[in-house]
């Protein structure tokens, strides 16, 4: 009878140390959350962190996406389908690089779509509208918002910015240019700048594509990918200026690849702890081992800044980064 009580105070007093240890968990491990995905953009929406990537598949399934949220970085829930392409009649293959901002109580959804390669082909970056952080987003323009080749970029990776003055931007490019336009007040077009064009471009040496732009300490950080999205050299490099619209000067690289956790690290973003002064940067990378192209996960970690503002190296790691509440 001894033996059974001692017995059954072992396993109660096991089990209670499993309970605490899964009810214990401090940090976010890497990746975030379970399953091929990529573009990662973070964003901050009621209270919630939020992540929006790029479901990472071919190109025939790569149709729609998921969204992700938490209240403290490290547990975080699905929000299956947010955006799927039978809403938009002329999205026909792949979307992908989601950028999502909230105007006047609506949420906006760019992305790009059916990969296009010439100006004859429809696609090109695409606006869908939602009353909530988790869609459904529906077709807000029937149409492309752009949906030709300009300066030489390819229309993918957009980038939707705010500036301190109200204006709205929008930055994208691939094939190694990258442009930027004054978005219209509803969002459904382009304000020409006073030479009359629709887009200037503000390429820096390097630029591949995946751009992204933050403001920090009066300085405009503007952030793109290099190298190859199927290649292990694929990086993240950043510039700053005194405008959105530069000149941007190469200052270097800040995230790559490590053989000891991971390949292909790059097409990032960045979220600011909107209670601290904590920075993280939000990216895909391929495990180490995986040589499909489009098995990559969403990972995170800290990025923090030299005292002249200068953006530190980030170290990619397994562990992600530690429990803060947005509350």
């Not at 091929?36 to 996406?65: C, I, R």
Request: hydrophobic fraction near 35%.
């Amino acid at each position: 009878m001894k033996r059974i009580f001692i017995f059954l105070a072992c396993s109660a007093l096991a089990a209670g140390l499993f309970a605490q240890q899964k009810t214990s968990v401090t940090s976010s491990g890497n990746p975030i959350f379970q399953g091929w995905y990529a573009d990662p953009e973070g964003a901050v929406f009621e209270n919630k962190f939020w992540v929006y990537p790029t479901y990472s598949a071919l190109y025939k399934e790569q149709v729609f996406m998921d969204a992700f949220s938490s209240s403290d970085l490290v547990k975080w829930e699905k929000h299956p389908r947010i955006i799927d392409t039978a809403d938009f009649k002329w999205a026909k293959k792949a979307v992908w690089a989601p950028s999502v901002i909230k105007k006047d109580d609506k949420y906006y959804l760019l992305f790009g779509a059916n990969d296009i390669q010439n100006d004859q082909e429809t696609g090109g970056i695409g606006i869908g509208v939602a009353d909530k952080p988790e869609g459904p987003f529906k077709d807000y323009l029937g149409k492309p918002l752009v949906d030709k080749f300009y300066n030489g970029a390819q229309p993918i990776d957009q980038f939707i910015f705010k500036d301190k003055d109200g204006q709205y931007y929008l930055i994208y490019g691939g094939w190694g240019h990258c442009n930027i336009g004054k978005l219209k007040e509803d969002f459904t077009g382009f304000v020409p700048f006073e030479d009359k064009k629709l887009f200037h471009e503000i390429t820096p040496q390097g630029y591949v594509e995946g751009p992204y732009m933050f403001i920090r300490e009066g300085k405009y950080y503007f952030m793109w990918s290099e190298g190859g999205w199927t290649g292990p050299d694929y990086s993240v490099a950043y510039a700053m200026a005194d405008s959105p619209m530069g000149p941007f000067k190469r200052i270097g690289k800040i995230l790559k690849q490590d053989h000891k956790i991971a390949t292909g690290a790059g097409h990032h973003s960045v979220v600011k702890h909107p209670k601290t002064n904590d920075y993280y940067i939000i990216y895909h990378r391929r495990p180490l081992g995986e040589t499909d192209q489009n098995h990559r996960v969403t990972c995170i970690d800290r990025m923090d800044f030299e005292r002249n503002g200068l953006i530190k190296p980030v170290q990619i790691t397994f562990e992600g980064v530690n429990a803060n509440p947005i509350r």
